[in-house]
Protein backbone atom coordinates (compact mmCIF):
# COMPACT_ATOMS: atom_id res chain seq x y z
CA UNK A 1 0.00 0.00 0.00
CA UNK A 2 1.04 3.63 -0.37
CA UNK A 3 1.10 3.97 3.83
CA UNK A 4 4.04 1.17 3.16
CA UNK A 5 6.32 3.53 1.58
CA UNK A 6 8.99 5.30 3.05
CA UNK A 7 8.67 9.33 3.43
CA UNK A 8 12.36 10.56 3.30
CA UNK A 9 14.05 7.47 0.77
CA UNK A 10 13.57 7.81 -2.81
CA UNK A 11 12.70 4.36 -4.11
CA UNK A 12 14.05 3.27 -8.31
CA UNK A 13 11.35 2.85 -10.83
CA UNK A 14 11.67 -0.92 -11.72
CA UNK A 15 9.56 -2.03 -14.70
CA UNK A 16 7.59 -5.28 -15.54
CA UNK A 17 7.36 -7.49 -12.45
CA UNK A 18 9.99 -7.22 -10.32
CA UNK A 19 9.49 -8.25 -7.12
CA UNK A 20 11.84 -5.18 -5.44
CA UNK A 21 9.73 -2.23 -6.35
CA UNK A 22 6.51 -0.67 -6.02
CA UNK A 23 3.74 -1.77 -8.51
CA UNK A 24 2.17 1.83 -8.98
CA UNK A 25 -0.93 -0.03 -10.94
CA UNK A 26 -0.80 -2.39 -7.91
CA UNK A 27 -0.70 0.94 -5.47
CA UNK A 28 -2.76 3.22 -7.49
CA UNK A 29 -5.77 0.71 -8.65
CA UNK A 30 -6.07 -2.40 -6.10
CA UNK A 31 -9.75 -2.48 -8.31
CA UNK A 32 -8.26 -2.32 -11.87
CA UNK A 33 -11.80 -3.60 -13.33
CA UNK A 34 -13.68 -0.55 -11.72
CA UNK A 35 -11.10 1.84 -11.99
CA UNK A 36 -10.92 4.82 -14.92
CA UNK A 37 -8.76 8.25 -14.72
CA UNK A 38 -9.74 11.60 -15.48
CA UNK A 39 -8.25 14.86 -15.92
CA UNK A 40 -9.47 18.31 -14.62
CA UNK A 41 -10.46 20.78 -16.38
CA UNK A 42 -10.55 24.20 -13.93
CA UNK A 43 -9.51 25.82 -10.73
CA UNK A 44 -12.67 25.06 -8.84
CA UNK A 45 -10.98 22.41 -6.40
CA UNK A 46 -8.26 23.90 -5.46
CA UNK A 47 -8.18 24.55 -1.53
CA UNK A 48 -8.71 20.42 -2.09
CA UNK A 49 -5.32 20.28 -3.26
CA UNK A 50 -6.62 19.35 -6.80
CA UNK A 51 -5.28 21.50 -10.03
CA UNK A 52 -6.44 22.42 -13.31
CA UNK A 53 -4.74 19.44 -15.33
CA UNK A 54 -4.34 17.08 -12.81
CA UNK A 55 -4.94 13.32 -13.67
CA UNK A 56 -7.37 11.50 -10.70
CA UNK A 57 -7.68 8.03 -10.15
CA UNK A 58 -11.64 7.06 -9.59
CA UNK A 59 -12.42 4.11 -8.52
CA UNK A 60 -16.03 3.03 -9.01
CA UNK A 61 -16.22 0.16 -6.78
CA UNK A 62 -15.82 2.30 -3.61
CA UNK A 63 -19.38 2.64 -1.61
CA UNK A 64 -19.20 6.95 -1.21
CA UNK A 65 -19.26 8.91 2.30
CA UNK A 66 -19.75 12.19 3.41
CA UNK A 67 -17.00 14.06 2.35
CA UNK A 68 -15.61 12.36 -0.82
CA UNK A 69 -14.70 13.29 -3.95
CA UNK A 70 -16.62 12.13 -6.23
CA UNK A 71 -17.50 12.27 -10.21
CA UNK A 72 -21.18 12.55 -11.26
CA UNK A 73 -22.88 12.85 -14.59
CA UNK A 74 -24.64 16.13 -14.62
CA UNK A 75 -26.52 17.71 -17.51
CA UNK A 76 -24.53 15.59 -20.10
CA UNK A 77 -21.23 16.18 -18.23
CA UNK A 78 -19.02 14.78 -15.49
CA UNK A 79 -18.72 17.07 -12.47
CA UNK A 80 -15.74 16.84 -9.61
CA UNK A 81 -17.00 17.58 -6.23
CA UNK A 82 -17.11 16.87 -2.64
CA UNK A 83 -19.85 14.84 -1.39
CA UNK A 84 -21.87 15.64 1.31
CA UNK A 85 -25.10 14.22 3.44
CA UNK A 86 -27.74 16.71 5.40
CA UNK A 87 -31.09 14.86 6.78
CA UNK A 88 -31.01 12.45 4.89
CA UNK A 89 -30.56 13.71 1.14
CA UNK A 90 -26.97 13.49 -0.70
CA UNK A 91 -26.20 16.82 -2.03
CA UNK A 92 -22.51 17.95 -4.33
CA UNK A 93 -20.94 20.82 -2.51
CA UNK A 94 -20.44 23.95 -4.22
CA UNK A 95 -17.29 24.99 -5.31
CA UNK A 96 -17.86 28.71 -5.20
CA UNK A 97 -20.34 31.21 -3.20
CA UNK A 98 -22.20 31.55 -6.44
CA UNK A 99 -22.98 28.00 -6.92
CA UNK A 100 -25.72 26.20 -4.71
CA UNK A 101 -25.50 22.50 -3.32
CA UNK A 102 -26.33 20.11 -6.16
CA UNK A 103 -28.88 17.41 -4.76
CA UNK A 104 -27.64 13.99 -6.25
CA UNK A 105 -29.04 10.46 -5.70
CA UNK A 106 -26.84 8.08 -4.24
CA UNK A 107 -28.43 4.80 -2.68
CA UNK A 108 -30.29 4.23 -5.68
CA UNK A 109 -27.86 2.37 -8.20
CA UNK A 110 -30.19 3.19 -11.11
CA UNK A 111 -30.81 6.79 -10.42
CA UNK A 112 -27.52 7.78 -9.10
CA UNK A 113 -25.59 9.96 -11.42
CA UNK A 114 -22.58 8.95 -9.89
CA UNK A 115 -19.88 7.46 -11.69
CA UNK A 116 -16.92 7.31 -9.08
CA UNK A 117 -14.72 8.31 -6.16
CA UNK A 118 -11.53 9.93 -6.96
CA UNK A 119 -8.92 8.29 -4.63
CA UNK A 120 -5.85 9.35 -6.08
CA UNK A 121 -4.60 12.95 -7.86
CA UNK A 122 -1.94 13.30 -9.46
CA UNK A 123 -0.19 16.37 -10.24
CA UNK A 124 3.23 17.83 -12.68
CA UNK A 125 5.35 20.04 -10.77
CA UNK A 126 7.67 22.29 -11.64
CA UNK A 127 8.38 24.45 -14.99
CA UNK A 128 6.24 21.92 -16.94
CA UNK A 129 3.17 22.12 -14.66
CA UNK A 130 2.01 24.90 -17.08
CA UNK A 131 2.47 23.20 -20.13
CA UNK A 132 0.78 19.97 -18.77
CA UNK A 133 -2.34 20.11 -21.48
Sequence with gaps: MLDDLPLDT??????GSDPDGPDLNELLAPHPLATFYMRVAGHGLRS?????????VI????R???GHLVVVAHRGEFLIRPLARENGQWFLEPLRSSEVPIPVEIDDVHASPLFGVAVHGIHTVGPSASRRR
Design 10 to 15: PIPFRG
Design 64 to 66: PEP
Design 48 to 56: RGVLDGDLL
Design 59 to 62: DRSI
